[in-house]
Every structure is written in structure tokens, then in C-alpha cells.
């Protein structure tokens, strides 16, 4: 099977909520310090595998969080991620 990347468009806001308040890894993150901002959104090229890994640790701290403000920016963040890696996975 083929690691097609998918470019995911990125609020800086969005950016800042995963490398804050997530355990998400540098193979993961690096990426999205060093995205290229396109108007005002970070395009991030992610394979199916990364971006999966990537709705797990925002899962995790969305389920984990004492902070309702930030548990409902990652519930939206992992829903909107959801559905663009179902999207690609119907596609291949």
C-alpha cells in the first residue's frame, strides 16, 4: 500500500493547541512548527498513519482535560481530522 500525503490545512490556533496541550511526538509536531502559512492556515503534509496518530493524542487529552474550553477545541479538531482521514481512506 501506498503512504499518500495529504496536505491539511492548519489554523495557527490549531497548531499551538496540539504542541501545548498534547503528549503528540516531535515526529509529529516538527512538521507543524515549521509549516508553511498560506493566507491563514498552515498547510501540513500528513500519510493516513500520521494523521491517525495524530486524532489519537488529541483524543486522548480531549477525554483527559479538566479545561471544558480546551476539551471542546480538540473534540473539534479530532472530528474535523476524522473526517478528512475517513475521506482518504474511501478514496484509495
Given at each position: 500500500?501506498?503512504?499518500?500525503?495529504?496536505e491539511i490545512k492548519f489554523t495557527p490556533q490549531e497548531r499551538?493547541?496540539?504542541i501545548d496541550h498534547t503528549f503528540t511526538g516531535p515526529d509529529l509536531t516538527k512538521r507543524l512548527q515549521i509549516a508553511e502559512i498560506k493566507g491563514k492556515?498552515?498547510?501540513?503534509k500528513y500519510s493516513t498513519y500520521d494523521i491517525d496518530e495524530l486524532i489519537g493524542f488529541?483524543?486522548?487529552e480531549a477525554n483527559?482535560?479538566?479545561d471544558k474550553k480546551i476539551g471542546k477545541k480538540l473534540?473539534?479538531?479530532?472530528?474535523?481530522?476524522?473526517?478528512i482521514l475517513e475521506k482518504e481512506i474511501d478514496n484509495q
Open positions: 500500500m501506498k503512504m499518500n500525503e495529504i499551538d493547541l496540539i492556515h498552515l498547510i501540513v488529541i483524543a486522548a483527559h482535560t479538566d473534540d473539534r479538531l479530532f472530528e474535523r481530522l476524522t473526517r
